[in-house]
């Protein structure tokens, strides 16, 4: 067998030849897209670009042209994201207005909570109740109902002993039935709505509380949270006055206890981390309130909440509540810091399938976490724990100028009034809004590139309807 015999021969594969590729469809598109982009450069009215194209020149003049409008395109792109990022990040302004006499004032909301939390009728009303019939040691039920009445953050250790025949998620019921029975009278300075405006009903995380003037505890009534309901019902009516009607007041009067209160705002909620207020049984306490507004125009409304940093009060992103307000967002923090520490949330927060309520056990590691859930700051550090609360776009701050409480036989009364109306409020306000977005842009772009409106509108018109045309134009040929 001879080496020309064992020698395989492979035949060579041809390629496509020059002229044959020049002739293809892919060529005719190329060509026809580089014309365009060629023609697009020594047309365009946008300043440099001619340069680049432009015959008989220097390499070294194509380089530094092309080097300089690099240049330009980088300038106008670098000022034109710092513009956007403004206009998303900080585009509003908070001024202050002093047209003081054509505002209404909001008076402001009040939240009491009795020191009575029961008395021996309710607990035997509540141990007695149907829903708890096959409880059987009732003694025990009523001394742990006497316990759970008292407990909140810093008081948790009031629970001395784990009642297990009531389970932890019939706590907050047992407590509405074991409520203490408050009685009260309540009046305010305006006609039209004297002896009109009653207390609502509440759970705090003090307990039971009552509410005046409120624009937000509703949804945290234990009715509205045993009808299971998450829906906005819109805002209640609120007392409103200007410095046309002189000084304005409200009063609650003949109450049978002692109380705790907060001042808020009407559209704001009370929260354990809020200066409160104290009054013994048989006293009158008299404040007098001064008040400082923050509103929101219109324009800045319109705004994505990223943008103004702040909500509106139907805008809630809350698991437990269907209105926002910064100290609901942060109960809600605390309600999931407690989960987070202890595996369970306290009975006075809204009940949410994924939080168990607290049992003895859970109530004892709360307890031991106090500072950091009431004030939501890390101990060890200082450093506030991580909870995204914006604050509310309108809103009231209310300041105590006096406070007086003495000794009063004919019940506990309390009266508040706002004495003095702010002369000056603040407003959050568009400072750079879509129409300076486009100027600076349109300026960014003229400055490096001497373009306008219309260059932008050629360069859309080159690289779609001009292209389309040479493109198919150049289909047409190669088919002929």
């Keep these: 067998m001879n080496s020309a015999s064992s020698r395989i021969d492979i035949a060579p594969i041809s390629p496509i030849s020059s002229k044959r590729f020049y002739k293809t469809k892919s060529f005719k598109a190329i060509r026809s897209v580089w014309f365009v982009f060629r023609v697009f450069l020594e047309f ?80 035997k009303n509540a141990v007695n109740n149907s829903m708890f019939s096959n409880i059987k040691d009732k003694e025990g039920f009523k001394k742990f109902l006497v316990e759970l009445s008292n407990v909140t953050f810093g008081h948790f250790d009031e629970l001395t002993f784990d009642f297990k025949e009531l389970h932890p998620r019939h706590y907050l019921k047992a407590i509405v039935l074991s409520k203490y029975p408050f009685t009260y009278r309540v009046s305010n300075s305006n006609p039209e709505h004297y002896n009109v405006m009653d207390l609502n009903s509440f759970i705090s995380e003090l307990g039971i509380c009552y509410s005046y003037n409120s624009d937000s505890t509703y949804y945290n009534n234990p009715s509205y949270w045993e009808s299971n309901s ?203 809004g879509q129409t300076d977005l486009l100027v600076s842009i349109g300026g960014s772009a003229g400055l490096f590139l001497g373009c306008s409106l219309l260059s932008f509108a050629e360069i859309f018109y080159f690289f779609t309807i001009r292209l389309i045309l040479f493109l198919r134009r150049g289909m047409k040929l190669g088919t002929n």
């Design 44 to 123: 365009s009215s946008l300043h440099g670009f001619i340069h680049i194209t432009a015959r008989r020149r220097h390499p070294i003049e194509h380089t530094v042209w092309c080097v300089a409008v690099a240049m330009a395109i980088w300038g106008a792109t670098t000022l034109s994201l710092q513009t956007w990022k403004r206009f998303q990040e900080n585009p509003t302004v908070v001024s202050m207005e002093r047209n003081y006499k054509d505002w209404n004032t909001s008076f402001p909301s009040i939240a009491v909570c009795p020191n009575a939390k029961y008395n021996e009728e309710t607990l």
């Design 230 to 432: 998450w829906h906005n019902l819109g805002h209640f009516p609120v007392f409103q006055s200007s410095p046309l009607d002189g000084d304005i007041f409200a009063q609650l009067r003949n109450m049978n206890a002692g109380y705790q209160m907060f001042v808020y705002g009407p559209s704001e909620f009370p929260d354990i981390a809020l200066s409160k207020l104290d009054s013994y049984n048989q006293s009158y306490k008299t404040l007098d309130l001064t008040a400082l507004s923050i509103v929101s125009s219109e324009a800045t409304e319109k705004l994505n909440i990223q943008q103004r940093k702040c909500r509106l009060q139907h805008e809630s992103n809350l698991l437990t509540s269907p209105v926002y307000s910064y100290n609901l967002c942060r109960m809600e923090c605390r309600m999931r810091e407690c989960f987070r520490l202890c595996n369970c949330v306290p009975y006075f927060y809204r009940p949410v399938g994924q939080y168990p309520v607290c049992g003895f056990k859970g109530m004892q590691c709360l307890q031991k976490h106090t500072e950091r859930l009431t004030k939501l700051l890390d101990p060890a550090t200082g450093k506030r724990l991580q909870c995204p609360c914006l604050p509310l776009c309108h809103d009231v701050n209310y300041f105590i100028d006096t406070d007086n409480t003495m000794k009063w036989t004919l019940g506990t009364n309390l009266k508040l009034g706002l004495i003095k109306y702010p002369r000056f409020r603040l407003k959050r306000e568009v400072l750079f």
